[in-house]
């Protein structure tokens, strides 16, 4: 039977439109499924009696089936489903703010960001050196639905009536987020000192927010307030797939989620990111770089053999002119390979002129990696170097790494 949330909603017009139904009750359905998240045809009540018959008569709602949630002390939880062929796959939510140290608890409702990581493929076939995900080769891609289908799942997992994840009283720091990024900067017709004074702020585990950061109110009805494609695969090598699911996440008949809080994010493939600049929308753009010269980068990143850096930049650069929009560099530091002194000033010279943030990720250890993170006092020193050449530097300690739930650690183990 098929799955009626396989649909797109041009799909179900036509497919409504064959029963003699008229467009609006597409509009209907698709609410119910991705907006409401409804599994059972009985709950759809603004459609009669008959429709909701036929509908069961012709097709089953599907959802994914989730076999493991694993939940780090940081308030990271890890999900893991399986799909309706058996493979299995996973997403993460990281909660990012301070945690309340009068409970023992942390409270979803109030936390800033609530992002939710999804996955695009089983298993990617890009083998990066520093991602368990590579490690375990390709499967296959996933179906547009089985992408937003995740943000679904954990939303209703994090609906269900105890959304809190338990933290310890330790006061163990939700965020270890360093951010280095200028004061404002005066308008160049703004009377003013010509050069601005740069100022530090430093997020370490003093949970201090940036004033700007949008706080949702505590009755914000959707737990979820970002959606990453940070996950296990390429978004950009299952591309119609995986703008469908943007789409999906975005709609307001969907899941609502607005486009500037959805990042994808890619390995460097040059004409993904040219078609994702000819989308009509906002959707975010990150770029795992991880090195500043070829040689650097094939040794970690494979692809980059096949779209040298040259090539990948280039169209970033496209993609940036287009758009207007800030391009977030992912650069995961490896100790002795990619945080030398001469890395910072390459990457800098790469980045130059390009409106965008850094953001350095100390290597998350997996299962077979023999590569290391650089220690805590190097991190530091490498983004305070390279902070004056680049517009903004985020210092990102992975969350959910005590779980194989951080950066570059998801494999769709089951055990
Ligand atoms: S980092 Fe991304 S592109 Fe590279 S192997 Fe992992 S999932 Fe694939």
């Known amino acids: 039977m098929t799955d009626l949330r ?35 045809f009985a709950a759809m009540t603004n459609l009669s009696k008959e429709k909701r018959a ?31 062929d058996g493979n299995v796959i996973e997403s993460v939510f990281i909660p990012d703010s301070p945690p309340d140290t009068r409970h023992s608890t942390f409270d979803i409702r109030t936390s800033v960001r609530r992002t939710v990581c999804v996955s695009t493929q089983v298993g990617c076939r890009l083998g990066c050196a520093i991602c368990f995900t590579g490690a375990l080769g390709f499967t296959r891609d996933l179906a547009w639905h089985e992408i937003s289908a995740q943000v679904l799942a954990v939303r209703q997992y994090l609906g269900s009536p105890n959304p809190q994840f338990p933290i310890p009283n330790s006061g163990t720091p939700l965020s270890s987020l360093l951010t280095l990024h200028s004061s404002p900067r005066p308008s ?41 494609f940070m996950g296990m695969g390429e978004p950009f090598l299952n591309f119609d797939a995986t703008i469908e699911a943007a789409r999906t996440i975005n709609a307001e008949n969907g899941l609502g989620i607005g486009a500037r809080r959805i990042t994808i994010s890619t390995s460097g493939i040059p004409e993904g990111i040219r078609a994702f600049a000819r989308l009509p929308q906002q959707f975010r753009l990150a770029l795992s770089l991880n090195a500043s010269d070829d040689e650097t980068r094939s040794r970690l990143m494979p692809v980059n053999k096949l779209h ?31 945080n030398r002194d001469r890395d910072v000033k390459q990457l800098a ?41 680049v517009p903004a530097v985020t210092v990102r300690r992975s969350k959910g790494a005590r779980i194989l739930a951080g950066c570059g650690q998801l494999a769709g183990l089951t055990e």
Request: net charge positive; aromatic share 10%.
């Open 188 to 228: 160049p017709l703004a009377p003013g000192p010509s050069s601005p004074v740069r100022s530090f702020v430093i997020l370490a585990s003093s949970f201090e927010l940036p004033a700007s950061a949008p706080r949702p109110s505590p009755l914000t009805p959707s737990p979820i307030s970002n959606v990453v």
């Open 54 to 84: 036929l509908l069961a008569e012709r097709y089953r709602i599907g959802r994914l089936e989730l076999i493991r949630t694993r939940k780090d002390a940081d308030g990271t939880a890890k999900f893991t489903f399986k799909l309706a």
């Open 6 to 40: 396989s649909r797109t909603l041009v799909e179900l017009q036509a497919e409504f439109a064959a029963l003699g139904w008229p467009r609006y009750t597409a509009a209907q359905v698709f609410t119910w499924l991705w907006q409401k998240g409804v599994d059972d």
């Open 349 to 389: 010279a790469l980045l130059k002129g390009i409106p965008c943030k850094v953001n350095l990720i100390p290597l998350n250890p997996f299962p077979g990696c023999h590569l290391k993170a650089p220690p805590e006092h190097s991190v530091e020193a490498f983004a305070k170097k390279l902070w004056p050449l």
């Open 308 to 338: 040298p850096l040259k090539e990948v930049m280039a169209a970033i650069r496209e993609y940036s002119a287009a758009k207007g929009k800030r391009v977030t560099f992912e650069y995961v530091l490896v100790e002795g390979i990619n």
